[in-house]
Each structure stands twice: as C-alpha cells, then as structure tokens.
C-alpha cells in the first residue's frame, strides 16, 4: 500500500543529521512518494538537491509568505531557472499569512501575486499557503489565478465557505495532522468528509504538526506519520485505509504531473 505525503521540509535542520534514515523509516512505513517543499531561495536549492538524490522525492520552489520580505525579481529569476529542473513539479509554497505577520501585509500580497504569474508561465501546479488572510487569499485567486489551472491548499484549516471556494476554484486540498488532534481538529473533522475522493491530499508538513497518536513520545514530525493522518481520515470519512491510500497517491501523482508507476492501478 504506497502512501505519498504531499508536502513535507526534508531539507529542515531538525533533519540535517538523519535524513536517511528518515526517509528509511518513511518507505518501510509504505511511504514510498514525498514532495519537499521549498520556503525561500536556500531551502528551494536544498528542496532539489534532496529531490535529485533520493528516489520518490520531489520538489517545489517558491517564497513562503514569511519570507516575502526576502524576495526579489532577481531571487525569482534564479528560482525559474530551477524550476527548469525534472525534479521540480509545483511552485510553491506561496501565499498570505496573516497570522504571524513575518513579512508586511502589502509585501505578502505583491510577491504572491507575482509568483502566480509565474507559475502560469512556466505551466506549473502551485502549492498554497494561507493563514487567516479573512477572504483575502481567494479574492486574489479569482482576480489572479487562471481558470483550469491545478493546485493544493495545503493543510487546510479553514472554514466551510473556504473549502467550498477552493473546490469551486478547482483546487486540492491537503490534509494534516491538525485532524488528528483533539482540540484543534474537532473543526477540521466536521470539515473533511465534503472534500470530494479525487480532490484529498494528505501530507505531513513534517518537521511541524506531530500527529496526535505519535506527539507523546516524539517532538519532531517526519513522513512515515503520514499513516496516522490517513488512518484518522479514513474513520473520519467513513473510507477505507486501503481506498484513502490509493486515491490520494493517485490525486498527488496527477497533480505533480508523476507516473504512477506499474503494478499500482
Ligand atoms: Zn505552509
Ligand atoms: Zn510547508
């Protein structure tokens, strides 16, 4: 039973000492297919290089919106560039966040903007990131983001108008371990059973998000714990584990633009 967990930060220092037997522990768990998500200029060029070294990992490039205060036309050049490579199936992960506010607001919003435009440039599926942007994010969507182009929201955890808007967008949307948490996941758990089959992603976010069944005993996520957001999905969903695995490798492959492969039809 192959899982893919779909947006992951393989190149974070919690990993730097241990990353392949991360990602030995990551296929003995069935985890056989990951994207390592790239948040600024280091991290992209870390993001392909892991890609490039590491078989079923594949990367994005783009500037979170914390880091937007970082961005620059000539940074985006040199990302484009990258993108050129086969390793790179998304741009991403971009987008507002308004909760911790890292860069200002009018900053998030121009380099947003402008990293859709060149995602669209290069034909490539976007990795989004929202954060308590109040609408704000969607209304650039429909101002800004082309009918029939594909794209996730990753770790969704918004409201029930919110999904709807991103399904009616056409977008996927990612699913983390916040469903597995007691308190924080109660909303999100009233939320996911109306994401249609072909639409659900799961992902780790690893090294954030510990999923709840593993938080006791460790700190830092990784993408093995991909299953425990899958099982608790799947009893959310009334869906079988062996159905919920098969459908979300199916949608991350065709999102991605990756060949499933033989033998997993
Ligand atoms: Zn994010
Ligand atoms: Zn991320």
Redesign the pocket.
Known sequence: MPLFDS?C?LDDKAFSKDLDGVIDRANRAGVTQMTT?G?DMDTSIRAVQIAESTPGVYATVGFHPHDARFCTEAALDELVQLAGRSSVRAWG?IGLDFNRMHSPRAVQEKWFVRQITISEQLALPVVF?ERDSSGRLIEILKSDFSPGRTGVV?CFSGTADELQAYLELGLCIGVTGIVTMKKRGAPLRRLVSRIPDDRLLIET?APYLVPAPERNRIRRNEPAFVVSVLEKLAAVRKDTVVHLAKTTRQNACRLFGIDEGPGNG
Request: net charge negative; no cysteine.
């Open positions: 947006h930060h998500i948040v992960e990131h990753h976010d």
